[in-house]
């Protein structure tokens, strides 16, 4: 039997010695281990093929011992440890070429440039096929001013009903920012689903590769990022831009995507990716109503036990202005900002924004309400 994907709920009193609420997924016989449960005094329910378990850690281990077997018992020992581990300790440092991203320490703002003329929220703003890459240059190194930790450059919108782009257009779109900001030193991602385009920009000097389809729009990204060896960030999107928002559907959106994104972390891991170089984003706007997304943000601190950084990107989204009645992307700061202070809070630990000055700030005062008390490591 593989690992289980463990997926904990609440681990608020487990340092004092108290349960924790966890789900198990891709168990055997989850009936089984769910009845074991409830026969040993523990909490244990059926939920859409995964197991909920309200119980000591070792009442968890115990129930599937006597389920499944020790071998069995063992990795869903090792699974809830790993899980618990993330959880409760955040996330850990990830090595690019460009130097470590110190992602245990705070979170990082990463700023958003758009080099098209359609993305939703500024479109032909940082690009002029006549005047490439001045605009774009000049908007990355304003961000950089104002606190960004990485920029992440993409020539293909990805705003819902959006037509692909050509490999040679993306290219030609994207390259020469590449390479003029990792000259200058800047943390550089490339936003693209494509394993060519993503080749170019790290042999161009991007650090990191941002995919939002997780490689399932070319099945050579995976090879191809292993190969490179620079960090990947796994989204998770239904469909394509152009199909996502067509009545998105989910039985349960956040235990869906959680195992979505610990699948995806395992088939990276196949293709030769360190696991060290994953991050995962469940796709805020991607595929989802707006329920889906309040419940993605509301439950963030889950996707945390996957031990990978989370990133998030709720910037100038649509369900902002649904909620807010802002029909202009750019007047959603407020809305942007509140999103980013919540998950901040819940541990997030990469903020991808358009309005890089305020988000700086936000994270700044979240980060240190969220740490407020927190032992000094160096006095430990």
Known sequence: MPAPYVRVEDA?????GGPVRLVLSGLVDPERVAKELANGGAHGSMHHGR?????????VVDAAVRALGDDAGERVASAIA??????????????TPAGPLPTSERPLVMGILN?????????????????????????????LEQGADIIDVGGESTR?????VAENEELSRVIPVVEALAAEGAVVSIDTTKSAVARAAVHAGAALVNDVSAGALDGLMYPAVAELGVPYVAMHMRGTPRTMQR????D???????????????????AGLDRSLAIVDPGIGFGKTVDHNLSLLRRAREFTSLGRP???????????GRLTGEDDPRARIVGSIATVANVVAAGAAILRVHDVRETVDAVTLAHAVATAGDPDPDEG
């Open 82 to 95: 790993d899980a618990l581990d993330a959880w409760l300790n955040g996330a850990p440092d990830v090595t």
């Open 310 to 320: 989370v990133l998030i990107g709720t910037s100038r989204k649509s369900f902002i």
């Open 12 to 16: 608020g009193l487990v340092d004092d």
């Open 51 to 59: 197991v909920r378990a309200v119980a000591q850690p070792a009442e």
């Open 252 to 270: 349960d959106v956040v235990a869906e995507i959680f195992d979505f994104l610990a699948e995806a972390v395992d088939r990276l891991a196949i």
């Open 247 to 250: 009545d998105p559907r989910y």
């Open 115 to 143: 080099v098209t003329p359609d993305s939703f929220s500024d479109g032909g703003e940082h690009f002029a096929a006549g005047d490439h890459p001045r605009r774009a240059i000049a908007q990355a190194e304003a961000m």
């Open 160 to 164: 819902p009903g959006a037509s692909p």
